[in-house]
């Protein structure tokens, strides 16, 4: 355990720490611990946004699988970026001109139903479970790692310091972790990538002609297949990553932020330069990782390959850029599951407690005392489902969360805002079959069995070779949505014009007859 690590450490849960007393004082009513009153300008939610979606997955998962697997790591780059074209063209305007706090108001803006709104909130804490778990288990693996202490404290500490973050600050301190560990991650990858090119003379193309030589892998470390065997497995994959973000609660959350939709837009354009930036760069992090540090290396310090990106920075940059590179993706972790933990707390206090329960008939401060409340609970499951997790690559938890997403809330987000007939047997439908198949279908993969001891959950041959269930579990979701609607009454068809306009233009029926 050095002193310069510590330093950087101590530092980054200071800085934090500062944020969350400075956000206090601006917290008090219920807009404010959601969406930090609307008041984030483009440039800063685009920041935040970045700082929210560039997990550990990306940080540490990806970096890890591209060393690792060569070109089958970099799918999950090539998903992550794409996804964002969605998001902007179709999602992001009408999700802020229909909604309010959560992507459960968002739907009920068409079905008024408690119903509804409940099966969209298990949705949304389903999701934010386990990409919480993914987030805890780098964590618990990075903190390992950088000061020495066992993985059980490490998830600990971590869920302690996001628990704070939440409680005292709500959205207003999770915006601004996020904007400075986006920017503070932007600097350590750049570091990183100019390091690494330095060692092949600034010249890509030589970079990648060593690299065919450089694992024992040879030319086949830059081919498709290395991993992804099976190319419907390689699609399955792709459609969860390309399609899921659209259906990130936490995400889509971060719409809410912003004063209208032509900032919401101009967030999301931000967002995307900067993402896109990020996951170039992850291909230096990988090839630098396996040429530099070695597979061998990289597997002994932890058998996913989570620790390539920090143990690369040390072999570049000595203890310094080690211990900077640690802190931040400590940093990442802790802004993602603080807006995970928001998120999850939204959906148990505003959709179930607020809207199902007392029927919208809540004061502020109770709304207020409901989401801490439930940011606590939030905390404790997913610490309490991380410590038994350690084994798991967290790009195939975060890879599941994606498919969950794209299964259960993306048909019911399109079908709403495009489709007529859209009914809320259909919403119910599309969401609950989306999800359960999701989850039926992941429980018999390879993630979960595997003949090999160690290699996954249980012991034992999976009756699925599907790693990614989405090619099965997003046509199921759609499909549903489609019979649920059919095969049940119609609704009144001035609901969806009146939800239409307002999607598209952010003008309500009621605005103009006022």
Not at 110 to 133: C, E, N, Q
Not at 330 to 341: E, K, R, S, W
Not at 480 to 503: H, M, N, T
């Amino acid at each position: 355990m050095s002193v310069t690590a510590i330093s950087f450490f101590v530092a980054i849960v200071g800085l934090t720490l500062v944020i969350t007393w400075w956000a206090s004082k601006r917290t008090s009513s219920a807009s404010d611990f959601y969406t930090a009153g609307g008041g984030l300008t483009g440039w800063q939610n685009g920041l935040a946004i970045a700082g929210d979606y560039l997990s550990a997955a990306s940080f540490l998962g990806i970096a890890g699988s591209i060393a690792l697997f060569g070109f089958d790591g970099f799918f999950f780059s090539i998903g992550y970026l794409v996804a964002y074209l969605v998001v902007l063209y179709i999602v992001a305007e009408p999700l802020r001109n229909l909604g309010k706090f959560t992507l459960a108001d968002m739907i009920t803006a068409r079905f008024d139903k408690a119903k509804v709104r409940g099966v969209a909130a298990l949705s949304t804490i389903t999701i934010v479970l386990f990409y919480m778990i993914a987030q805890l288990v780098g964590a618990g693996a990075l903190i390992q790692l950088l000061l020495g202490i066992p993985y059980w404290v490490a998830v600990l500490l971590v869920g302690f310091m996001m628990t704070i973050y939440v409680l005292f600050g709500g959205m207003t301190a999770t915006s601004w972790v996020q904007i400075i560990k986006a920017c503070l991650l932007m600097l350590g990858t750049v570091i990183i990538s100019f390091l690494v090119l330095a060692k092949f003379d600034f010249n890509i193309l030589t970079m990648f002609s060593e690299m065919k030589t450089a694992t024992a892998n040879g030319e086949a470390y830059l081919n498709p297949g290395l991993k992804y065997t099976n190319g419907l497995d390689t699609i399955s994959m792709l459609v969860a990553l390309v399609l899921g973000t659209a259906g990130l609660p936490h995400i889509l959350m971060r719409f809410f932020t912003v004063k209208d939709a032509k900032t919401a837009r101009s967030s999301v354009i931000w967002a995307t330069w900067i993402v896109g930036i990020f996951y170039i760069l992850t291909i230096f992090l990988g090839f630098g990782a396996a040429a530099f540090v070695g597979l061998d290396d990289i597997v002994a310090a932890n058998a996913a390959g989570n620790m390539a990106a920090p143990l690369l920075a040390e072999a570049l940059g000595g203890d310094i850029l080690f211990s900077f590179v640690c802190a931040v993706a400590f940093a990442t972790i802790l802004a993602v599951v603080a807006g995970l933990v928001l998120s999850g707390a939204s959906a148990l206090s505003h959709d179930i407690y607020g809207q199902i329960i007392k029927k919208g008939k809540v004061t502020e401060k109770e709304q207020v005392m409901a989401a801490r409340i439930g940011s606590i609970a939030i905390a404790v499951v997913s610490i309490i489902l991380a410590l038994g997790a350690q084994t798991l690559n967290v790009a195939f938890l975060v890879s599941f969360a994606f498919c969950i997403a794209a299964s259960a809330n993306l048909p019911v987000i399109l079908y709403t805002i495009y489709w007529k007939r859209f009914n809320t047997a259909g919403a119910i439908s599309a969401m609950l079959t989306g999800l359960i198949s999701a989850l039926v279908i992941v429980s018999m993969s390879p993630n979960v069995w595997n003949p090999v001891e160690g290699k996954a959950i249980f012991v034992g041959e999976p009756l699925i070779m599907l790693t990614n269930p989405a090619i099965i579990s997003v046509p199921l979701g759609f499909l549903a949505g489609w019979l649920g609607s059919y095969l049940s009454p119609s609704e009144d068809p001035a609901i969806f014009r009146e939800v239409e306009v307002k999607a598209q233009t952010g003008i309500s029926v009621q605005d103009v007859s006022h």
